[in-house]
């Protein structure tokens, strides 16, 4: 595995490459989520390239960037047991310097869901892929799907601003409990991890009783936020059924392609979640 960190080296190494890429960028903290990403673009694709670098841009002033955890060394080690290619490790400088100006693209997605309560939240998630992309040229790029409307949004600007990579979801993978690995799950107590479980139970209820035929939205919101009360350890920002591909929320009535989304609080960690059902990918249809 090759480390890499300024854009001239990475340069000189992309050009050896031959075959197709995969291309995982990550804020490092990697966990069991972040592999399995690894692993699938390493069993479709010839050559893998990992990312490192926690963008700045992507955090409000009051939110968690300088807490956010950095684990360089356990996360080198766990890339070079999976043999990927290259590892990419930018500097800020590296990647925001004055020759490289940001995209300017917008996308009504921005504002809705974790947009609404995070302002500046994908412009400044964008603004990093984009220029990671036209760094690294993958044919491939792998994104989980726990981070379901950023995976919307990239599709959308991948499409938009026609980069002809292929955007690849990867399903979400959870801790015993059910809750969705995430790099921030670290902040939790073992208690709080245990009563994170709540979450992942509210979306499940909510999925069956959408498959069942409870598609009157009130009502859904009406059982699964008495779900959520349940434990108090839940501090909810908020929880929305969504159209699966635009993200809009249903008024009135849940169609057959949907996406239960939920964001809260345990003490000061954020935690995201969804889950999903897509019509046609039903295999007993």
């Given at each position: 595995m090759q480390i890499i960190k300024s854009i001239s080296e990475f340069n000189k190494a992309r050009n050896t490459l031959i075959g197709s890429i995969g291309f995982i960028p990550t804020?490092?903290?990697?966990?069991?989520?972040?592999?399995s990403l690894i692993k699938t673009a390493k069993s479709s694709c010839q050559n893998?390239?990992?990312?490192?670098?926690?963008?700045?841009?992507?955090?409000?002033?009051?939110?968690?960037?300088?807490?956010?955890?950095?684990?360089?060394?356990?996360?080198?080690?766990?890339?070079?047991?999976?043999?990927?290619?290259?590892?990419?490790?930018?500097?800020?400088?590296?990647?925001?310097?004055?020759?490289?100006?940001?995209?300017?693209?917008?996308?009504?997605?921005?504002?809705?869901?974790?947009?609404?309560?995070?302002?500046?939240?994908?412009?400044?998630?964008?603004?990093?892929?984009?220029?990671?992309?036209?760094?690294?040229?993958?044919?491939?790029a792998f994104f989980g799907e726990k981070d379901f409307?950023?995976?919307?949004?990239?599709?959308?600007?991948?499409?938009?601003?026609?980069?002809?990579?292929?955007?690849i979801p990867c399903k979400i993978i959870r801790e015993i409990n059910g809750l969705a690995m995430s790099s921030r799950n670290k902040h939790l107590s073992s208690s709080e991890a245990e009563k994170s479980k709540i979450i992942f139970n509210t979306l499940e209820l909510g999925f069956t009783m959408i498959k069942n035929d409870t598609k009157v939205v009130e009502d859904i919101y009406d059982i699964l936020n008495k779900k959520l009360k349940q434990d108090s350890v839940i501090k909810l920002d908020y929880l929305k059924v969504v159209d699966y591909n635009s993200l809009i929320e249903f008024s009135d009535f849940v169609s057959d392609n949907f996406a239960i989304c939920v964001a809260g609080y345990i003490n000061q960690v954020r935690l995201i979640d969804n889950i999903t059902y897509l019509y046609s990918e039903d295999s007993s249809i």
């Open positions: 804020m490092g903290a990697l966990h069991e989520g972040h592999l893998t390239i990992a990312s490192i670098f926690v963008n700045p841009k992507q955090f409000a002033p009051n939110e968690d960037f300088n807490s956010y955890p950095r684990m360089l060394d356990q996360d080198i080690n766990k890339l070079r047991s999976l043999n990927i290619d290259i590892l990419f490790i930018p500097s800020e400088d590296e990647i925001y310097n004055k020759n490289s100006p940001d995209i300017i693209y917008d996308n009504y997605m921005f504002d809705i869901l974790e947009g609404k309560s995070r302002p500046g939240f994908f412009n400044g998630i964008c603004i990093v892929v984009a220029k990671l992309f036209d760094i690294v040229k993958p044919t491939d409307q950023q995976l919307r949004i990239i599709e959308k600007m991948s499409s938009d601003l026609n980069y002809n990579i292929n955007i």
